[in-house]
């Protein structure tokens, strides 16, 4: 049986030409189907979630293309934008359900990314990178970020981090597309200003003119962000409560998903009698982790992707300021993909870092599963909103999560 299972994890098939497209298009339909189904009233009770009303729908129906460039949060929002765009010809009745569609393909898109031949020199094995693929798509303590369009920004970051993993693409039209797809991503909120060293990890590891052009263009993105950051004088908050209590939070939101169940660690889920147990359990698998991470993972890789990991936790902290030990869990989201990719990526060698890596990915067997449901949100009546918009009877208040927040299209048209 172990025998068995080192063939297929170290596999060196891999397909080809037609049977490449075919089995990665079977993929993404497949992935597209279980994000889905994590929550399945995102289709059945779609609804809008905060700035998917105000922001999206709303500046798009009233500027169309235009509202590209509008700054919201002290960032672009490129992609949420155009994806929104994108789905705006459709009747406006269907806005709330065409935007999860259009999180979800975005979000599994991205998350295809790990099964390029680019990743090779990291995980060789096809086998692993379909593993790869699967844990992204799976990806544990997700309930903002799933089939959201206005989060689709923690995405681009995932996108990100895949590409500054990856090697120089071989043809011109593939390095066009990364650098479109780079512009794109890091124009997309914050997550290419805080993963940028991940870019220069890759013109280190490869040391070639397509790497510095990639370099270049991400920087020139990353730039114009602050630039943009820095004019709308968007204040970073005190961050309150001690060195202990932060360390706790970043502990927490990185790897409690992948020890207990996601919210087990919240305070109202979990007797004194059993946290310290829970505790102990997250513990153990961060030093299981950082250690295989930092010691296996290729080419130094392991310390730069926890580095990124503490750049993450800490710039989400800085953001909540006051708020700190509250920390949402989008905040989280590239935390967890790190610790996906390099419990993936690990090529252990000595034997006791082997045992502890297989004991890693069987203890993560085990406890994947527990959080594979995304909870259900709150449902809310789209319908009236959706035909006053459609009768363009305006004002019209439209409802928006969470809660019983709405907001209201002006007279005069949602339209220019």
Same mark, same amino acid.
């Given at each position: 049986?172990?025998?068995?299972?080192?063939?297929?994890?170290?596999?060196?098939?891999?397909?080809?030409?037609?049977?490449?497209?075919?089995?990665?298009?079977?993929?993404?339909?497949?992935?597209?189907?279980?994000?889905?189904?994590?929550?399945?009233?995102?289709?059945?009770?779609?609804?809008?979630?905060?700035?998917?009303?105000?922001?999206?729908?709303?500046?798009?129906?009233?500027?169309?293309?235009?509202?590209?460039?509008?700054?919201?949060?002290?960032?672009?929002?490129?992609?949420?934008?155009?994806?929104?765009?994108?789905?705006?010809?459709?009747?406006?009745?269907?806005?709330?359900?065409?935007?999860?569609?259009?999180?979800?393909?975005?979000?599994?898109?991205?998350?295809?990314?790990?099964? &390029? $031949?680019? #990743?090779?020199?990291?995980?060789? =094995?096809?086998?692993? *990178?379909? %593993?790869?693929? /699967?844990?992204? !798509?799976?990806?544990?303590?997700?309930?903002?970020?799933?089939?959201?369009?206005?989060?689709?920004?923690?995405?681009?970051?995932?996108?990100?981090?895949?590409?500054?993993?990856?090697?120089?693409?071989?043809?011109?039209?593939?390095?066009?597309?990364?650098?479109?797809?780079?512009?794109?991503?890091?124009?997309?909120?914050?997550?290419?200003?805080?993963?940028?060293?991940?870019?220069?990890?890759?013109?280190?590891?490869?040391?070639?003119?397509?790497?510095?052009?990639?370099?270049?263009?991400?920087?020139?993105?990353?730039?114009?962000?602050?630039?943009?950051?820095?004019?709308?004088?968007?204040?970073?908050?005190?961050?309150?409560?001690?060195?202990?209590?932060?360390?706790?939070?970043?502990?927490?939101?990185?790897?409690?998903?992948?020890?207990?169940? &996601? $919210?087990? #660690?919240?305070?109202?889920?979990? =007797?004194?009698?059993? *946290?310290? %147990?829970?505790? /102990?359990?997250? !513990?153990?698998?961060?030093?299981?982790?950082?250690?295989?991470?930092?010691?296996?993972?290729?080419?130094?890789?392991?310390?730069?992707?926890?580095?990124?990991?503490?750049?993450?936790?800490?710039?989400?902290?800085?953001?909540?300021?006051?708020?700190?030990?509250?920390?949402?869990?989008?905040?989280?989201?590239?935390?967890?993909?790190?610790?996906?990719?390099?419990?993936?990526?690990?090529?252990?060698?000595?034997?006791?870092?082997?045992?502890?890596?297989?004991?890693?990915?069987?203890?993560?067997?085990?406890?994947?599963?527990?959080?594979?449901?995304?909870?259900?949100?709150?449902?809310?009546?789209?319908?009236?909103?959706?035909?006053?918009?459609?009768?363009?009877?305006?004002?019209?208040?439209?409802?928006?999560?969470?809660?019983?927040?709405?907001?209201?299209?002006?007279?005069?048209?949602?339209?220019?």
């Amino acid at each position: 049986m172990r025998q068995a299972w080192r063939l297929l994890w170290n596999s060196t098939w891999r397909p080809v030409g037609k049977a490449r497209v075919a089995l990665t298009t079977l993929l993404i339909v497949a992935g597209s189907a279980v994000h889905i189904l994590r929550r399945p009233t995102a289709l059945s009770e779609p609804q809008l979630l905060a700035e998917d009303g105000p922001i999206l729908l709303l500046q798009t129906m009233q500027r169309g293309w235009r509202s590209f460039n509008d700054v919201y949060a002290g960032y672009l929002i490129v992609v949420p934008r155009a994806l929104a765009w994108m789905v705006s010809p459709l009747p406006i009745r269907l806005t709330p359900v065409s935007y999860a569609w259009a999180a979800t393909l975005f979000a599994v898109g991205v998350c295809a990314l790990a099964l &390029s $031949n680019r #990743l090779s020199w990291l995980i060789a =094995s096809y086998p692993r *990178r379909i %593993a790869l693929f /699967l844990g992204l !798509v799976l990806l544990p303590q997700i309930p903002e970020v799933h089939a959201t369009l206005v989060n689709t920004v923690w995405w681009c970051g995932v996108g990100l981090l895949l590409l500054g993993l990856s090697t120089d693409p071989t043809s011109r039209p593939g390095q066009v597309a990364e650098l479109v797809a780079v512009v794109l991503f890091v124009c997309s909120g914050a997550a290419g200003i805080v993963l940028a060293p991940i870019a220069l990890h890759r013109l280190w590891r490869t040391r070639s003119w397509k790497s510095l052009m990639f370099v270049g263009t991400w920087g020139v993105a990353a730039l114009t962000q602050l630039v943009i950051l820095r004019s709308q004088h968007r204040s970073v908050g005190h961050v309150s409560g001690d060195g202990t209590m932060l360390f706790g939070v970043a502990l927490k939101r990185m790897f409690a998903p992948f020890a207990v169940s &996601s $919210n087990y #660690l919240a305070d109202h889920t979990v =007797s004194d009698v059993y *946290r310290p %147990a829970a505790w /102990l359990a997250v !513990v153990g698998v961060a030093v299981i982790f950082i250690i295989i991470c930092a010691l296996t993972v290729q080419r130094e890789t392991g310390p730069v992707l926890l580095l990124l990991a503490v750049l993450s936790l800490v710039a989400g902290l800085l953001v909540m300021g006051r708020q700190a030990r509250y920390l949402p869990d989008r905040y989280a989201t590239l935390p967890t993909v790190i610790v996906v990719i390099g419990v993936i990526a690990a090529t252990p060698r000595q034997r006791v870092l082997r045992w502890m890596h297989g004991a890693l990915i069987v203890w993560l067997l085990v406890v994947w599963p527990m959080n594979y449901n995304v909870p259900r949100r709150q449902p809310h009546d789209f319908t009236d909103a959706g035909k006053c918009l459609s009768r363009g009877d305006v004002p019209c208040r439209v409802p928006v999560l969470p809660g019983d927040l709405t907001f209201d299209v002006p007279p005069g048209g949602p339209r220019p």
